[in-house]
């Protein structure tokens, strides 16, 4: 190991995040009440201009009314470049009471964006004498974010997150889909022409660089990586295999924007019986090599080590955590 040690964000389950539009306050008790990991209340996107205001009420509103259980709540303020962001952060902490665990601040493009929220939300906390500290969700979703990734990601002792938004990053990188995430025919491989073999297409995965990148950044530093949006949600099974390239880079969860992907996601993103089976049969086998003063054993033909007891134990600790909520 590095002798620098990464402090670890607060632990906090994230395999479903429900997005629930602001201006649509008939949606918050459902959503409340909904098996979401995280729910985040929107101010940006899926709020039109003209609603914001409303939508900014209605959410301060259900922060302090509303029954949110054990669910870690958030809400997505507007980007720094509109005029709405400033009144999101102070209205929403200084209206809304303690309950808010999280602020989401999309499109981030520099470590300065997080400095500059960081400030407003410390001035608003010191103001009101806060006693939960609000911790920071970022979407990275343009180039400019993903080309300043890292030191996004080190901003701010308040970080906890990084989220890829798959729509606004293809947008900005002025990718060939107007799809929220998913494949892309055109992104495949079509294998040589070999004498007496049909040539074959296969599928690439367009956002695999973006995934990758995300998890590498958040994970040096301590930070939970999350997959984004699935646009087509009567695509179950193109939800799945997304959510499952995600889980296998080592993403913790990724976004619901209907509430029928919130089971999908708890379920892709919970280690299966026979995953935590494995995993502590090979903590039990490194530990008898250990009795032996072996550093490497052989389980069911394939090699162990002490890394293995590593990957091993972030399977264990997950199921533990996933009990211990539920
Ligand atoms: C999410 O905000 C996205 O742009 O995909
Ligand atoms: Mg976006």
């Known amino acids: 190991m590095s002798f620098k040690i990464v402090e ?35 101010l940006e996107d899926a709020v039109a201009p003209d609603d914001k205001a409303q939508a900014r009420k209605n959410i301060i509103a259900a922060l302090r009314d509303v029954d949110w259980g054990s669910k870690t709540l958030s809400v997505r303020i507007n980007g720094l470049d509109t005029h709405f962001m400033y009144r999101d952060v102070v209205d929403v902490i200084e209206q809304g009471g303690e309950r808010l665990d999280l602020i989401m601040i999309p499109k981030v493009g520099t470590a300065a964006d997080i400095y500059a929220v960081d400030m407003l939300v410390t001035q608003c906390e010191a103001a009101i004498g806060r006693k939960k500290r609000i911790g920071f969700e970022m ?77 590498v950044a958040a994970r040096a530093n301590g930070l939970r990586p999350v997959d984004g949006p699935f646009g087509d949600f009567s695509d179950a099974e193109g939800y799945r295999a997304a959510a499952n390239r995600a889980g296998v880079l080592g993403c913790e969860g990724k976004w619901a924007i209907h509430p029928s992907q919130i089971s999908l996601a708890n379920e892709l993103f919970s280690p299966s019986e026979a995953e935590v089976m494995k995993a502590e049969r090979i903590i039990q086998a490194m530990k008898d090599a250990a009795r032996e003063g072996k550093g490497a054993v052989s389980l069911d033909g394939k090699l162990i080590d002490l890394a293995s007891i590593r990957q091993a134990e972030v399977l264990v600790q997950k199921a533990k955590q996933i009990s211990a909520s539920a």
């Not at 602001?22 to 009440?33: R, V």
């Not at 040539?199 to 995965?205: A, I, P, S």
């Open 8 to 42: 670890q964000a607060p632990p906090r389950l994230n395999r479903s995040e429900l997005a629930v539009p602001g201006s649509q306050p008939q949606l918050f008790e459902k959503a409340a009440k909904s098996a979401a990991d995280v729910i985040f209340l929107d």
């Open 139 to 215: 979407i990275v979703e343009t180039a400019l974010g993903m080309a300043n990734i890292d030191e996004i990601a080190a901003a701010s002792p308040r970080n906890e997150s990084l989220h890829f938004g798959v729509a606004d990053f293809a947008a900005s990188t002025k990718a060939r889909t107007t799809n929220i995430g998913g494949v892309n025919r055109d992104y495949a491989v079509l294998t040589d022409a070999e004498p007496g073999e049909q040539r074959q297409v296969h599928w690439g995965d367009m956002w695999h660089y973006a995934i990758a990148r995300l998890v």
